[in-house]
């Protein structure tokens, strides 16, 4: 192989490697789905397990709000459990979501899901109508729900990058 040929190898493979340190990789990411009544399941509804491997759940497949609507929070508790929770700053597009939501399903509760797996459930309550701030009740360790905070704003940046050219990702 000539010298030239291995030098341009050589060079590829550094611009690929240079690209591919850039990119980040979303974790953590959260996602809220509405329950559904397994009798009546269509291919729009999917079924999951609790973390424990014990329960099953029927939900709907896509969510009502997820990782491209949060923009960042903070954590409040413990509870008594020694559980803490989120509360998530939703983006001014998905607000009305948020709010009529919340206003069909007032009292009701919906799927947490983390990285497409359960974590447990929420309520809808008054709040979620009148603010733009998501309370999720406490779910995580303190070190799960820092580490859930950290990435809410990497993961908003990398599901919203519809406007940046594919070589500034």
Known sequence: MKKSHCLFLLFIAL???GVSCKT???AFV??????EDPKIATRLSKTVQDPTRQFSHTIRRYAFL???????????GPDENGRYGLRIAVDQWHHGIMHQTAGANLGLIYA?????????????????RDTEIL?????WNLRDAQMILDSIPKNYKHFN?????????
């Open 24 to 26: 980040y990789h979303p």
């Open 112 to 128: 947490v899901m983390m990285d497409g797996m359960y974590m447990g459930y929420s309520h809808f309550d008054k709040s979620m």
């Open 15 to 17: 611009l690929l490697l």
């Open 161 to 169: 990058n519809w406007h940046e050219p594919f070589f500034q990702r």
């Open 66 to 76: 997820d990782a491209r609507s949060f923009l960042g929070g903070e954590i409040y």
């Open 135 to 139: 309370e999720i009740e406490p779910l």
């Open 30 to 35: 959260l996602s809220l789905h509405e329950f």
